[in-house]
């Protein structure tokens, strides 16, 4: 069975100030790993997709990360309109994706 | 529309009735989803349909779920004699080949 686990649940920066958050997923047969913005009360919308490990995309102030195990989602000198639950899922094969319970991520001015 | 488009966005039902849900997919998108979002929850899983390929249903919590997918564009998602634990935000997204893209959801609740 995929699993996907997303840590940590929440996290309050300072604006300017950069983390990362956690993807760790179980699948066999990777076909890709996606990751998602939502914002209260809106459906997910789409940010990334990564297919193999070593692969890294970027868009503005966001990097992601593939590993065999794990994806990261890097976030450098953030902004308050960053706040927003990500989300994280992998699609094996052509199967429906399956997500983390995401990460709440509130940026304080 | 460019997206994908759910109706409707909020719906009220009596425990006890059936409700549809309904979502037009991006045109041209042969994968279409619907997830279950619960307050404060992840995204769960129900039903998918990939081009003429037999829906995968295997996240159908109960009999009383169904939903059907005509001329392989727009979903129906049907829930029969709704209870309670039902309330939640439906959301349909649809795909071509890799990426996904979801409407804003319905969100139902059940009184």
């Known amino acids: 069975e995929d699993q996907v686990t997303q840590s940590p649940e929440a996290l309050r920066l300072q604006e300017g100030e950069s983390s990362s958050l956690n993807c760790s997923y179980t699948v066999s047969g990777l076909r890709g790993l996606f990751w998602y913005r939502q914002d209260p009360g809106k459906g997910p919308e789409f940010l990334f997709t990564?297919?193999?490990a070593g692969e890294e995309k970027e868009k503005e102030r966001l990097k992601a990360t593939l590993t065999k195990k794990e994806s990261f989602l890097h976030i450098t000198a953030p902004k308050p309109e960053d706040s927003a639950t990500y989300l994280c899922?992998?699609?094996?094969?052509?199967?429906?994706?399956?997500f983390g319970s995401g990460t709440r991520l509130q940026v304080q001015p | 529309g460019a997206g994908v488009s759910q109706s409707p966005s909020n719906k009220v039902t009596e425990k006890g009735k059936d409700v549809e849900l309904r979502c037009d997919p991006i045109?041209?998108?042969?994968?279409l989803y619907w997830y279950r979002q619960s307050l404060g929850q992840g995204l769960e899983f129900l039903i998918y349909?990939?081009?003429?390929?037999?829906?995968?249903k295997s996240g159908l919590p109960s009999d009383r779920f169904s939903a059907e997918r005509t001329g392989g564009s727009v979903s129906t998602l049907t829930i029969q004699r709704t209870q309670q634990e039902d309330s939640a935000v439906y959301l349909c997204a649809s795909s071509r080949d890799n990426e996904a893209f979801f409407g804003q959801g319905t969100r139902l609740t059940v009184v």
């Open positions: 349909f990939q081009g003429n390929s037999a829906p995968d």
């Open positions: 990564l297919y193999s």
């Open positions: 899922a992998v699609q094996r094969g052509r199967r429906a994706l399956t």
């Open positions: 045109s041209g998108h042969t994968a």
